[in-house]
C-alpha cells in the first residue's frame, strides 16, 4: 500500500533552516507529482509546492517563493523540501502529499519557528 514518511521537523529560530524529507513506497514513485502542503494552528491546509513526476518546471505558494525549494530523487523514491529564512508564519505541520488516481498524504511532521 501507499506509504508516505516525513522526517525533519522541529524547532528553529526565525531566519533558519531546516530540509523536510519525505520517504515513500508502495507506487512507482517516478510517475507521479508530488507535493508538500501544510496545516497552520487553526487554518485550512494550504499547498506550499508541487513537482512534476521528472521534475522540471516546480510551483510555490506565493508565501514560500524565493525562500523553500521542492526536488525529488526518484531512484531514492524520496521527496524534498529545503526552507530557508523561515518565519513565524510559516509555523505549520507539513505534509508530503502523492498525487496518484487518489491522493494519499503522510503523517505530517511539526515545524515550529520560534524565537
Known amino acids: 500500500q501507499v506509504q508516505l514518511v516525513e522526517s525533519g521537523g522541529g524547532l528553529v529560530q526565525p531566519g533558519g533552516s531546516l530540509r523536510l524529507s519525505c520517504a515513500a513506497s508502495g507506487f512507482t514513485f517516478s510517475n507521479y507529482a508530488m507535493s508538500w502542503k501544510r496545516q497552520a494552528p487553526g487554518k485550512e491546509r494550504e499547498m506550499v509546492a508541487i513537482?512534476?513526476?521528472?521534475?522540471?518546471?516546480?510551483n510555490y505558494a506565493s508565501s514560500v517563493k524565493g525562500r523553500f525549494t521542492i526536488s525529488r530523487d526518484n531512484a531514492k523514491k524520496m521527496l524534498y523540501l529545503q526552507m530557508n529564512s523561515l518565519k513565524p508564519e510559516d509555523t505549520a505541520v507539513y505534509y508530503c502529499?502523492?498525487?496518484?488516481?487518489?491522493?494519499?498524504w503522510g503523517q505530517g511532521t511539526p515545524v515550529t519557528v520560534s524565537s
Open positions: 502529499v502523492a498525487h496518484l488516481s487518489t491522493t494519499y
Open positions: 513537482i512534476p513526476s521528472f521534475g522540471g518546471s516546480t
